[in-house]
């Protein structure tokens, strides 16, 4: 996966990355997370949005935006459009478990752990795999963790749906 800000390293937890992330010029996710994540003490754990990189994710994110009345821009300049997307994908524990965990905006998600054939557990977020991204954060039961969509989209969003 290419991402401008992310070139050279991959952060040493949750908010670095984000702060990494947001330098990519396409990349409106980053942006807007990285605008929320600030606001929040404590663990984060975020699930990204699936993405090849930063222009194809930002594709998906404008048709979807667009589809309920809006442009790309308001992602980041609306504040309640921002807040709205970044609390679909976080939840305030360090780490994802196998239960249902609530995201900040108060839904419910189940989160299971079938096992593969090798015995291996393959996350998943209501049903949509799920992989950690950065499993070997130090920080990472202090600072939270971050997940991102994985597989085909095959139609799929990709992320959460945030305006429906």
Same mark, same amino acid.
């Given at each position: 996966? $290419?991402?401008?800000?992310?070139?050279?390293?991959?952060?040493? %937890?949750?908010? *670095? !990355?984000?702060?990494?992330?947001?330098?990519?010029?396409?990349? /409106?996710?980053?942006?807007?997370? *990285?605008? &929320? @994540?600030?606001?929040?003490?404590?663990?984060?754990?975020?699930?990204?949005? %699936?993405?090849?990189?930063?222009?194809?994710?930002?594709?998906?994110?404008?048709?979807?935006?667009?589809?309920? +009345?809006? =442009?790309? @821009?308001?992602?980041?300049? %609306? #504040?309640?459009?921002?807040?709205?997307?970044? &609390? #679909? *994908? @976080?939840?305030?524990? #360090?780490?994802?478990?196998?239960?249902?965990?609530?995201?900040?905006?108060?839904?419910?998600?189940? /989160?299971?752990?079938?096992?593969?054939?090798?015995?291996?557990?393959?996350?998943?977020?209501?049903?949509?795999? /799920? !992989? %950690? !991204?950065?499993? #070997? $954060?130090? &920080?990472? =039961?202090? =600072?939270?963790?971050? !997940?991102?969509?994985? +597989?085909?989209?095959?139609?799929?969003?990709?992320?959460?749906?945030?305006?429906?």
């Amino acid at each position: 996966m $290419w991402q401008a800000g992310l070139d050279l390293q991959p952060g040493q %937890n949750l908010r *670095h !990355y984000l702060e990494l992330c947001r330098r990519g010029r396409e990349d /409106i996710a980053c942006k807007a997370f *990285h605008a &929320e @994540a600030g606001r929040y003490d404590g663990p984060l754990t975020l699930v990204f949005p %699936n993405s090849t990189g930063d222009r194809e994710l930002t594709a998906r994110l404008t048709a979807y935006l667009v589809q309920h +009345g809006y =442009q790309p @821009a308001d992602l980041y300049q %609306n #504040a309640e459009l921002r807040r709205r997307f970044f &609390e #679909a *994908h @976080a939840f305030t524990e #360090a780490d994802l478990s196998p239960v249902t965990l609530r995201t900040l905006d108060g839904q419910p998600h189940e /989160i299971t752990c079938p096992k593969d054939a090798r015995g291996v557990c393959e996350m998943r977020l209501d049903g949509e795999f /799920i !992989y %950690n !991204y950065f499993a #070997a $954060w130090p &920080e990472r =039961q202090q =600072q939270g963790s971050l !997940y991102m969509f994985g +597989g085909p989209l095959n139609g799929r969003l990709g992320f959460v749906a945030f305006l429906d």
